[in-house]
């Protein structure tokens, strides 16, 4: 998308044009093989897993359904990066544009919420770590994190963010692992090293961008400032 917006370059007979590409297909490479491949545990723990497949769904067409909804969400992710580099562009205010945005997500998510979910003992907050995460996500997760992704996307562009998606996969694991207790498995490990290989490529290649765009305007600036002269000689 990115690449159709013209906000990408792909060159793939420049060395920085192939490392993105190839560190974002390992990169993705890496969160799959995280969310298919599980292999031996490597850190047992004692606690009980939670079944979540209480849908009345078969496990087949629960991995369809969520892998369809999955793909959905990424793209309507990319999109949301297209269309924010376009209004920050326009409008920088990151502040802003995260209180807009915020504010069209509570009102998406309350309506989404009254029609799922009717039991009216359901929206009882207790002084428990139901509460610690609610508050965490609405200071932290929403506000924060907006400003933080937007104002990183008027610096250094969409693509820079959303190479971090795939890292946050690895984050989300070595915290569960660490604060919930749960079982290190193979494939993360495995997975998490790939993700890692990806996403220095990727950087390594976007650096490489940076500086050759760096190198070509001082010159651009020379050659501005010495026809200038000549320019002035000329008119009367």
Known sequence: MWMVSRMENLDL?????CAKSIGTIVSITGALTMTMYEGPPIVFTSSTSTNL????????????VGGFLTAIAAFLLASLYVFQTSIITAYPAELMVTLICCSFVVV?????????????????????????????????VAPLGNVASIWVIRQKGPFFVAMFQPVGIVIAVVMGVTLLGDTLYLGSVVGAVIIAIGFYT???????????LQDIQPHGMESSSYNAPLLQNITP
């Open 202 to 212: 990727v950087m390594w290649g976007k650096a490489k961008e940076e500086k050759i």
């Open 108 to 140: 998406q998510s309350s309506i989404v919420s009254l029609i799922a979910e009717r039991n009216p003992s359901a929206w009882r907050l207790r002084p428990d770590l139901e509460l610690i995460a609610i508050v965490y996500a609405a200071v932290f």
């Open 13 to 17: 007979r420049a060395r920085s044009s």
């Open 53 to 64: 497949n209480g849908n009345g769904l078969s496990p087949q067409a629960s991995w369809v």
